[in-house]
Nanobody, 118 residues
Framework: QVQLVESGGGLVQAGGSLRLSCASS????????MAWYRQAPGTQRELVAS????????LYADSAKGRFSISVDRAMNTVNLQMNRLKSDDTAVYYC???????????WGRGTQVTVSA
């Protein structure tokens, strides 16, 4: 079973930055694409950003455009989310997801908490 493990969350002041990382137990390029989602208390899980593991296509939620950047690090076998100019609305648990079209089940990490203080 594939394992995805997120790291890099924490407490940061508004306007600050965090870099989240998602490590995979299998070669990350065997996924077709990777994504970051987030879920704040009382809300549904929402897509933040996604990237093909070839790195040539990215997608961002409107709330993330211009502030967040998703990338694949093949050497470290991770997918990263650089988050800048953080706002209190960014407070949530952030989850990593991997999609392999040959696997009927998507892979999810357990999440990392990001808290942005006003």
């Amino acid at each position: 079973q594939v394992q995805l493990v997120e790291s890099g969350g924490g407490l940061v002041q508004a306007g600050g930055s965090l870099r989240l990382s998602c490590a995979s137990s299998k070669l990350i390029t065997t996924f077709n694409f990777m994504a970051w989602y987030r879920q704040a208390p009382g809300t549904q899980r929402e897509l933040v950003a996604s990237i093909t593991t070839t790195g040539d296509n990215t997608l961002y939620a409107d709330s993330a455009k211009g502030r967040f950047s998703i990338s694949v690090d093949r050497a470290m076998n991770t997918v990263n989310l650089q988050m800048n100019r953080l706002k209190s609305d960014d407070t949530a648990v952030y989850y990593c997801k991997g999609v392999d079209y040959g696997d009927p089940t998507d892979s999810w990490g357990r999440g990392t908490q990001v808290t942005v203080s006003a």
